[in-house]
């Protein structure tokens, strides 16, 4: 069974700090995504990251980093000097080619971020 | 990546009816998703809808209470049927894009049932 744990439900940072929202996954397949979402306050699902189970290589977007670690299945993501703006709901993702793509996701964690 | 539209946005609707919701795509795609986001909690794949197939439901999922069509590789449609209010939730629609394994969200369907 494919699973995603997303341990902290809230987070509250005040803005300029840094923030690592922790993801950790479950699954017996070799060849899966991962994903995360935001979802602001608006309600619309946006798409931040896509990562396929054979790159393991951390990426940075700006004030947004990811570090994926197969070896403790952990997708982690972290947003340097945070701002008021990155207030949302985050969510991590997972899909697997087989199981029809179809993504399984955390419980989400809820960041906000005070000026 | 994908362009895609919900109709209605919201709607208040009354225990006992109906509502379709509309998805719209601004390109050909293969595989439709319909999630469902009951208040402040995650979401959940209601049922994968292919063009040209039966959609197929996920546990916990009817076709009667849910019924979906795919006409089309650019819409589909969800039917949430003699409504309660524990339907009250966001209903989003998702597509995939086969070649980027990538999904993207249409701006959800806030449903209040009274």
């Known amino acids: 069974a494919q699973k995603v744990t997303q341990a902290q439900t809230e987070i509250s940072v005040v803005e300029k700090e840094d923030v690592t929202l922790d993801c950790v996954y479950e699954?017996?397949?070799?060849?899966?995504?991962l994903f995360w979402y935001k979802q602001p306050p608006s309600g619309e699902l946006v798409f931040l990251i896509r990562?396929?189970?054979?790159?393991?290589q951390n990426e940075i977007s700006g004030r947004y980093s990811w570090n994926f670690q197969k070896s403790t299945s952990s997708f982690n993501f972290t947003i340097t000097a945070s701002q008021v703006v990155d207030s949302a709901v985050y969510f991590c993702?997972?899909?697997?080619?087989?199981?029809?793509?179809?993504?399984?996701f955390g419980t989400g964690t809820r960041l906000q971020v005070f000026p | 990546s994908a362009v895609i539209s919900q109709k209605p946005s919201r709607d208040i609707c009354q225990r006992g009816t109906s509502l379709t919701i509309q998805c719209q795509v601004d390109s050909q795609v293969t595989m439709m998703f319909w999630y469902r986001q009951q208040p402040g909690q995650s979401l959940t794949l209601i049922a994968t809808a292919n063009q040209g197939s039966e959609a197929t439901y996920e546990s916990g999922f009817v076709i009667d209470k849910f019924p979906i069509s795919r006409p089309n590789l650019t819409f589909s449609t969800l039917t949430v049927s003699n409504m309660s209010p524990e339907d009250s939730s966001i209903y989003l629609c998702?597509?995939?894009?086969?070649?980027?394994?990538?999904?993207?969200f249409g701006p959800g369907t806030r449903l209040t049932v009274l």
């Open positions: 993702a997972l899909s697997s080619p087989y199981n029809t793509d179809k993504l399984i």
């Open positions: 998702s597509v995939a894009a086969k070649s980027y394994n990538e999904q993207f």
């Open positions: 990562r396929n189970s054979f790159d393991e």
């Open positions: 699954t017996r397949d070799t060849t899966y995504y």
